[in-house]
Structure formats: C-alpha cells, structure tokens
C-alpha cells in the first residue's frame, strides 16, 4: 500500500485538487487552540488550508511523496505546515500533544480502523476537536472516488460507536457533492464526525 500511494502521490499535479476538503472548510472554525495535526494528509490540501486559517499545522502521512507534495503546496500558499513520516497503524502518538486532529478519507482496512481511531483521540487534549470525513461503505455503489473494496471503507455504527463516548457536536451518514481533482469526482456517501474529547 506504502508504494502505491507514494506511486499516486508522484505525479506533477495534486490528484486530489489543492483545495480543501468542504467539510473541513465549512466547519474549521469549530477547532479550538493552535495545534492541529491531520492523519493521512495526502498532498497536504487540508493542512496547508488550516495554515492559512492561522492554525500551527502537522501533516502525517506515510508516503514520502505526499509530504513533500505538502511542503510545496504550502510554500506556494505562503505558510508553514510541519511534515512528519507516520505510520499511522503501527507507530504511536504522544497522548495529548495536540489541540485538535482532523481525518479526511483516511483509508484503512477494518481491522486497523479501531486503533486509527482511537489515535486520534488519544493525541488530543480534553476538550480537543476532533473532525473525520472518511467514505462509507454505500460508496461502493457511486463509483466516484475512494476504495473498490468495503474492507477500507467505514460502517456508521462504527463510527457512532467510537465518537459516542466523547460529546458529539455533528454526526452525518448520507450524500455529498466532492469535486477533487480527477479522483473524488461528484456525488458520494460519507460519513462525518466532529467531537469534543471529554
């Protein structure tokens, strides 16, 4: 998987646009603090819109290409994102290090979807925000972007289930409209989460 991102990650262009997600742009001002860390970042869109929000970025990815993918996009933008080399399944994370954390269409098959998860609320503070848009398994039948099997997409009661024990300030399961780049490509079934750790 490592190669294959980075092979996607190593064209010229941003295969997923340079603008930010919707849904982290429609809601970034729910993030509180000044730390923010973004799981699986990619090209670094999200990241680089956050810095331009005034938010002391991180971007974690484990595809070299994609950091530095992000480090240009963000010179370009005229600010600073930090970049680190993460696996996000295998390597830890410093419990509370950071303000908020974001996760936009993080792919990962089920059985490491838990110990994602749960990650990103552990490298938050309480009272940290925590947003997540990730494909559901509904998008299977869109054929407009994400993973071709259901083992990397994600079910809303698993979902619920993770964010329900944390204040759930927004949950949504259904349609969304996605025009990024050539891969995310019109309507598609998501899931969204933004929660308080408690």
């Known amino acids: 998987m490592k190669k294959e991102w980075n092979e996607r990650f190593g064209s010229t262009d941003y295969v997923y646009g340079v603008q930010s997600n919707a849904f982290i742009k429609d809601h970034s001002s729910r993030l509180t603090g000044t730390r923010i860390v973004a799981f699986a970042e990619g090209e670094g869109r999200n990241a680089v819109y956050l810095a331009t929000q005034g938010f002391d970025v991180t971007a974690w990815d484990y595809a070299d290409n994609g950091l530095k993918k992000t480090e240009q996009l963000a010179e370009q933008s005229g600010v600073k994102v930090k970049t680190e080399l993460v696996d996000l ?43 997540v848009e990730v494909y559901s398994e509904e998008q299977l039948r869109y054929k407009t972007g994400g993973p071709k099997f259901a083992d990397m997409l994600y079910r809303a009661q698993d979902m619920l289930a993770w964010a329900e024990q944390h ?20 309507a598609g079934h998501v899931i969204q989460v933004i929660l308080i750790k408690t």
């Not at 974001?102 to 990650?119: N, R, T, W, Y």
């Not at 399961?173 to 891969?183: A, D, F, N, P, V």
């Open 89 to 131: 399944i295998h390597d830890s994370v410093v419990p509370g290090a950071y303000d908020g954390a974001i996760m936009v269409f993080g792919h990962f098959p089920k059985e490491s979807q838990p110990a994602v998860l749960e990650k990103l609320i552990a490298v938050v503070k309480p009272g940290g925000t925590v947003m």
């Open 167 to 186: 204040q759930v300030v927004h949950f949504f399961y259904g349609e969304q409209i996605r025009e990024e780049g050539k891969l995310h490509t019109g």
